[in-house]
Nanobody
Framework: QVQLVESGGGLVQPGGSLRLSCAAS????????VNWFRQAPGKEREGVLC????????YYTDSVKGRFTVSRDNAKNTVYLQMTSLRPEDTAVYYC????????????????WGQGTQVTVSS
């Protein structure tokens, strides 16, 4: 059974950092693209970025460029979202998802989703 589990969310002050984890079981993340989405209160879910199997990242939200980066630990079958210089507008539930394919796909083509982890940026 394929499963993605996020962790690492929490409360952080503006300007702070967090690292989110997306751990996979049932399939090998190394072979597949991983997307990060977020949903802020009262807003629709939006794509943040996608990291493909070649470790190339495509940013969907301009405001995170230069602040959010992705890394992979193949031994742990885990993808990380490193978030720095966090802003109140980054507050959202963050989800990782994978299409189960090497290349990045549109949101509706992601077959595997984590349960989400809350990130709150506030003083």
């Amino acid at each position: 059974q394929v499963q993605l589990v996020e962790s690492g969310g929490g409360l952080v002050q503006p300007g702070g950092s967090l690292r989110l984890s997306c751990a996979a079981s049932g399939f090998t993340l190394t072979d597949y693209a991983v997307n990060w989405f977020r949903q802020a209160p009262g807003k629709e879910r939006e794509g943040v970025l996608c990291n493909n199997y070649s470790n190339v990242t495509t940013y969907y939200t301009d405001s995170v460029k230069g602040r959010f980066t992705v890394s992979r630990d193949n031994a742990k079958n885990t993808v990380y979202l490193q978030m720095t210089s966090l802003r109140p507008e980054d507050t959202a539930v963050y989800y990782c998802a994978s299409p189960g394919r090497p290349a990045c796909r549109r949101e509706y083509e992601n077959d595997y989703w984590g349960q989400g982890t809350q990130v709150t940026v506030s003083s």
